[in-house]
């Protein structure tokens, strides 16, 4: 059996394959503490959870505009807009069922076949599949642990070449939780105009910061035009079933992803999108609350791995992901997060399950609750205490 060889690109994503050997070995009886998975352990707020309800009740079961209901682009553009300091209107937001395709949809409206995307390394793993999905050619570029996973700018600089395209951003960033500083935003801006290219900037974490600010490449001189925003509410108002993400791009660019939704995905849930309305624009205290949370688990987190010897843990700024250097203990980031799982029932993720500058490290998700969390870090030290 032949296939495609766009096919070619694509692999197994590390946090579902990890879920389901947890999941098969639960069945087995194995207690599984999950730090391996992405997503909120928080319900949908109720309130928000009630709007969909309400929505399916009273018809709204039916389909959309491509781009989305007028109200929820409408206040996507206030809202988005006003936290990035940037003035936009309805005609800049593109709603989609979940925020994978804004990753997808403008790498096929904008790159042809042999242009070339830069990403960050270790990232997340769907910007190199969509990259080749499009055509294009994935080009890594090294997240740097000594400076709190910055980019590499002088890796990046010397990676741009005539058949550069586009600049793919994640900040804060999954695996990592590092927050790109202001001044490589800005610089990024400059190549990006000095180069003609687009950049890509993925900020579906951009509410869960703990410390400072997180800008938006959004705000820069010159990068309006040249850019596009990623974001949904799976993460920020824990709705990652719903399938809700949203992008900000220039209208011209808009224009085209309305043709690829029409063809791709016709249209988003109508009784999601008014669910995502109420998310947006009623008080945002829970985001408050649940942010707070996280906070004080990554505190936690990193204080009781830091007091483990030999491991190396830098404090993350935002998202809900630490990611520790385990070189010390001599076995491969598959190894240790294989042998944790088996030999004491903590999941985690393989640092190379973010790409080939994720090795030597492994992720932890805390998504999880405090207690829970301590349990697992005390199996962890028991266990890498027989390493030394």
Known sequence: MSFATRT???????????????????????????????QPD????SHVSLAGIRAIT????????????????????????????????????????????????????????????????????????????????????KLLEERDFDLDM??????????????ILNSPGNPTGGILPPATLARIAELACQHDLWVLSDEIYSRLVFDG????????????????VADGYSKTYAMTGWRLGYGLMPPALVAKMNLLLTYVTGCTAA??????????????????????????RRDFMVERLQAIPGIQCA?????????????????????????????????????????QNGEGFIRLAY????ENIGQALDRMAGFLATLR
């Not at 928080?42 to 707020?45: C, E, N, V, W, Y």
Request: aromatic share 8%; with cysteine.
């Open 213 to 228: 600010e997180s800008r938006s490449i959004l705000s820069m001189p010159g990068m309006m035009e040249r850019t596009i």
């Open 154 to 167: 002088e890796g990046l600089e010397a990676a741009i070449t005539p058949r550069t395209r586009m600049i």
């Open 8 to 38: 070619e690109s694509l692999s197994e994503e590390g946090a579902y394959s990890v879920l389901a050997r947890c999941q098969m070995l639960e069945a087995q009886g194995k207690d599984i503490i999950h730090l391996e998975i992405g």
């Open 42 to 45: 928080f319900d949908t707020f």
């Open 58 to 141: 009273t018809g709204q079961t039916r389909y959309t505009p491509p781009l989305g209901i007028p109200a929820l682009r409408e206040a996507l553009a206030q809202d988005a807009g006003r936290r990035r300091g940037v003035e936009l209107s309805a005609d800049w937001v593109v709603v989609a069922p979940g925020t994978k395709p804004i990753l997808q949809l403008p790498l096929l409206a904008l790159i042809e076949p042999g242009d070339e995307v830069l990403y960050p390394d270790p990232g997340f793993p769907t910007y190199a599949g969509s990259i080749g999905l499009a055509g294009g050619v994935p080009i890594p570029v």
């Open 315 to 355: 404090k993350p700024q935002g998202a809900f992901y630490v990611f520790p250097s385990i070189r010390a203990f001599g076995l491969s980031s598959n190894e240790m997060a294989n042998r944790l799982l088996d030999e004491v029932g903590v999941a985690v993720l393989p640092g190379t399950a973010f790409g």
């Open 367 to 370: 998504a999880n609750s405090l």
């Open 271 to 296: 009784f999601t999108q008014y669910a995502g309305l109420e998310a947006v624009t009623a008080p945002q205290d829970d985001v408050d609350a649940m942010v707070d949370t996280f906070r004080r």
